[in-house]
């Protein structure tokens, strides 16, 4: 008796572990170790701004979706104002056709600017418009000196002073000028915050290399960062440090918050200041110099750098990894290589299989000038330039 009972206890014993390992091949044949298809919805008609990414992309299609918990987008913000709505879109396109991970952007613009924004933004494909989502603000200074600081250098251009006011709730932001075109993907400018130190708080290429021939050098009536100064062009900010940072000054002896600064700031140097905030940047950081980090010059390459000759090692080393059409060189002809560029973006199809068009077009706009050494080898490397088209149009 006993040993039937053994028997019986053996076959049991088998009989469950036989189970388990039949319910353990049948779980894990569920879970593909690669990402999932998943069934996105198409949008929900009528919906404002930005409401598309909440939704799914416009067209109704299969995507490959990783079920995990979501990345935090990288974070873009923009000023436009005047007559800047299609060099916007066209940063706005550089910036999402060049991107790895999702973007953000916060695009502030006089209100008559607004529905053209969202239409604009709103009619693009579905695959391009899933890799965004975005917010328009109206143009906002402090009340009480609103008309002093609309007019500062240029109209709204000192806006960008006062996003860690208005974006509480974000941590940090990438602001670019809305005559700048991105060449490599914003993760790459975006890995930056990752890189500083526990009292940096924001981060900008140098305004010129060379001393001899750089303006702040030469003409500046005011203090300004490091050898050269810098260009607010391309702005990182973690704007969390900047809303609980002390900011040392040569206007009171113990240190000011931020919006506590920028008032006396202007008020003091107004007489003496240019480029308008950009000016009042360089001050600042004059006398925290502990709170900057400087990132090379082929972040933010202007006509400045190849005017007088090539003067920014790191493009010539690396080709231009954000171009910077200041002066206007977009719309004219004086810098025909940036103007090139700028508009082989601006008239790319963004639909599936087409955005590689922009390589061919670039290049061939290109050799129709005399364009520097540094912009045309930057643009001549398919391996560099184009593998991100190919990527994104699959």
């Not at 916060?106 to 209100?111: G, L, N, P, R, V």
């Not at 060379?210 to 702040?216: K, L, S, T, V």
């Not at 390589?359 to 490397?381: E, G, K, Q, W």
Request: charged share 20%; glycine share 4%; net charge positive.
């Amino acid at each position: 008796m006993r040993r039937y009972i053994r028997a019986l206890t053996l076959c049991t014993v088998f009989a469950v572990f036989s189970g388990l390992y039949v319910y353990s091949k049948l779980f894990y044949s569920d879970v593909s170790v690669g990402p999932k298809r998943v069934f996105v919805p198409p949008r929900v008609p009528g919906a404002r701004r930005g409401a598309a990414d909440r939704a799914g992309p416009q067209n109704t299609h299969w995507y490959n979706s990783i079920q995990s918990r979501p990345e935090p987008p990288m974070h873009l913000a923009v000023v436009a104002c005047g007559e800047r709505l299609e060099e916007t879109l066209t940063m706005i396109k550089s910036a999402v056709l060049f991107s790895i991970k999702r973007l953000y952007l916060h695009i502030f613009a006089e209100d008559q600017l607004h529905a053209s924004f969202m239409e604009a933004l709103e009619s693009w494909p579905g695959f391009i418009r899933s890799r965004f989502n975005y917010t328009v603000y109206s143009i906002s200074f402090p009340s009480e000196n609103a008309a002093e600081w609309k007019k500062l250098f240029k109209p709204c251009a000192s806006q960008r002073l006062f996003l860690p006011l208005i974006l509480k709730d974000i941590d940090s932001i990438v602001y670019v000028d809305s005559d700048i075109l991105f060449l490599q993907p914003v993760d790459q400018l975006w890995d930056f915050l990752s890189q500083f130190n526990s009292s940096q708080l924001a981060a900008m290429a140098p305004e010129h290399e060379e001393p001899r021939i750089a303006w702040y050098n030469r003409f500046a009536r005011h203090p300004f960062y490091g050898r050269t100064g810098i260009n607010s062009g391309v702005m990182l900010m973690n704007m969390t440090r900047m809303r609980s940072t002390f900011f040392k000054n040569d206007m009171t002896s113990v240190g000011l918050r931020w919006e506590e600064l920028l008032m006396p700031l202007l008020q003091k140097y107004k007489l003496n200041i240019t480029w308008g905030d950009q000016d009042l940047l360089n001050i600042i950081f004059h006398y925290n110099p502990e709170s900057f980090l400087e990132f090379p010059c082929k972040w933010n390459y202007r006509p400045d750098h190849c005017i007088y000759g090539s003067n920014c090692a790191s493009a010539e080393e690396d080709g231009i990894y954000i171009l910077h059409g200041n002066r206007g060189v977009y719309h004219d002809y004086k810098q025909p290589a940036f103007r090139a560029v700028y508009e082989a973006i601006k008239k790319v199809c963004m639909f599936a299989g087409e955005s590689v068009a922009i390589l061919t077009l670039m290049a061939s706009n290109l050799s129709s000038y005399r364009a520097s050494a540094a912009v045309i080898r930057s643009f001549h490397r398919p391996a560099v330039f184009g593998r991100h088209f190919y990527l994104r149009s699959s």
